[in-house]
C-alpha cells in the first residue's frame, strides 16, 4: 500500500466525463477522497466539481497534447499538493478488420490508448519518485488479453499498454510505487455506442468474420453485464490494498474469457514442446 501523508489521498482520473472513469471518480470523492476529474471538455466534469466543493477540482486534459497534460498535473499538484493515484482511463474502440483500418485513424488510437498514457506517466511519475509514494492504475480490458476480429488495433493498443506497465510496475516497485493493470469485461458504459470508432470501408471478404463482430459489438451497447460503479469500487478497494495485484481482472465475462485463453495457450505450448525445445543449440 502506498503512504499517504494524511487521512486523504488525492487520485488524478483521465477520461472522467463518462462510463468507468466517470463511476471511479464519484465512488473515490464519496468515500472521502480528493480527485482531479479531468476531461477533454472541463465542462463535462464541472458538476462534480460543484457537487463536492473543496474535494474535487475539475480541469481539462487532452491526453495527445502534451501541454494539456502538463498543465493539468501542474494545476493538480499545486490545488491539493500532490498526486497519490494515478488513474489512466482515458481511451476508446476503434471497428474494423486490420486491412480496412485507416491510417489516421489507427495513428489516433494509438495516441490515445497508448502514447496518451506515456504523457501523462511522464508528467506524474517525478512527483511520485520525489515521494517514494504512489500508485499508477492503468485501464486496459479483457481485450488486452485476447483478440478478436473487428477490434484488432484497439487489442493492439491495449496489448502494448499490458507490456509497458509491466515493465513499468519492475522499474517503480524499488521506488514504492505500485501499477496495477485493471482488465474489464463488458462495462454498461458507451464504450460500444456513442464512443466507438468505425471505419467506413468495408471489404466483402471480411464480411463473415469482421463484419459479424462489428454489428455483434454495436448491438451489444447497453447490454453488458458489467456495472461500472461496482467496477469502480473493485478498482479503488484493489489501490488500498495491502498486497494489490499486477492485473485486476473485473467482471465475470472476463473471468470466463481469461481462463479459456489460459487453457488454449497451455495447450499449445505443450502440443509444439519438442519444437520449440529444437531452436536450442546442442548441450543447453
Keep these: 500500500m502506498f503512504n499517504s501523508t494524511d487521512e486523504t489521498s488525492v487520485w488524478l482520473i483521465t477520461g472522467c466525463s463518462s462510463g468507468l472513469g466517470r463511476a471511479l471518480a464519484e465512488h473515490v470523492l464519496g468515500r472521502g477522497d480528493r480527485v482531479a476529474v479531468t476531461a477533454r471538455d472541463r465542462a463535462a466534469v464541472t458538476d462534480l466539481a460543484d457537487r463536492y466543493r473543496n474535494r474535487a477540482l475539475a480541469l481539462s486534459l487532452d491526453v495527445t497534447d502534451p501541454d494539456s497534460v ?20 482515458a481511451g476508446y474502440g476503434y471497428l474494423a478488420a486490420v486491412e480496412e483500418g485507416e491510417d489516421a485513424a ?52 491495449k496489448f502494448a499498454l499490458e507490456g509497458l506497465s509491466e515493465s513499468l510496475a519492475a522499474e517503480l516497485a524499488p521506488l514504492g510505487i505500485g501499477v496495477t493493470i485493471v482488465e474489464p469485461g ?3 458504459t458507451e464504450w460500444a455506442g456513442r464512443s466507438m470508432q468505425l471505419s467506413p470501408l468495408r471489404l466483402e471478404d471480411y464480411e463473415e468474420t469482421a463484419g459479424k ?72
Design 213 to 284: 463482430r462489428r454489428a455483434s459489438t454495436l448491438a451489444a451497447s447497453g447490454r453488458q453485464p458489467g456495472d461500472p460503479a461496482k467496477a469502480a469500487a473493485a478498482i479503488a478497494e484493489t489501490v488500498y490494498a495491502d498486497r494489490p495485484p499486477l492485473r485486476l481482472l473485473l467482471g465475470s465475462d472476463a473471468l470466463a474469457g481469461a481462463r479459456a485463453r489460459l487453457e488454449r495457450l497451455h495447450q499449445e505450448i505443450d502440443a509444439n514442446e519438442s519444437l520449440t525445445r529444437s531452436a536450442d543449440l546442442e548441450g543447453q
Design 186 to 188: 463488458g462495462l454498461r
Design 106 to 157: 489507427v495513428r489516433a488510437i494509438f495516441d490515445t490508448n497508448v502514447h496518451g498514457v506515456v504523457t501523462v506517466l511522464k508528467a506524474v511519475l517525478p512527483g511520485m519518485r520525489a515521494r517514494r509514494s504512489g500508485r499508477i492504475v492503468n485501464v486496459s480490458s479483457f481485450g488486452g488479453l485476447a483478440a478478436f476480429a473487428a477490434t484488432g488495433y484497439y487489442h493492439a493498443t
Design 70 to 89: 502538463a498543465a493539468a498535473v501542474t494545476s493538480c499538484e499545486e490545488h491539493f499538493g500532490r498526486i497519490d493515484v494515478l488513474v489512466n482511463n
